[in-house]
């Protein structure tokens, strides 16, 4: 059976909806980083260099929990992706590096939601697929 997916994803956490066969099922992913980490050991008289450090470490770092949550879409038919900031159009340019067959139907810019309301427009987006 092909799983139909929402994904509400910031810098922070990932909410995932799974919906397979009218059931549904989700899941949360923590990236484990604040957005204004810092990282011991650098300092600014270094030309720069710390910056470019502490922002590539960043980056490696949200590579990795898109990755992450790029493992558990388990032969998605259909993604839709939304949520608040930049994290969504990251997460779809990394999912298109890792899977080329990925499929991302939509992706919406939307504010903080709490989970009934993630569940719930992820259903509506979906709802040809309850009806059956």
């Not at 080329?100 to 939601?113: I, L, P, R, S």
């Not at 989970?115 to 009806?131: C, I, M, N, S, T």
């Amino acid at each position: 059976m092909k799983n139909k997916v929402g994904i509400w994803i910031d810098h922070q956490h990932a909410f995932l909806v799974f919906i397979q066969a009218g059931v549904e099922s989700s899941q949360h992913i923590e990236s484990g980083m604040d957005k204004d980490v810092r990282y011991t050991g650098r300092t600014i008289e270094e030309d720069g260099k710390a910056d470019d450090q502490r922002d590539s470490h960043y980056a490696s770092h949200l590579n990795q929990y898109y990755d992450q949550v790029i493992a558990n879409l388990h032969d998605a038919e259909a993604i839709l992706l939304f949520g608040p900031g930049e994290a969504k159009i990251e997460f779809k340019k990394r999912l298109m590096i890792k899977d080329k067959n990925a499929h991302v139907v939509g992706v919406d810019t939307v504010d903080k939601m709490t989970e009934p309301q993630v569940l719930a427009k992820v259903r509506e987006f979906y709802v040809k697929d309850l009806a059956i």
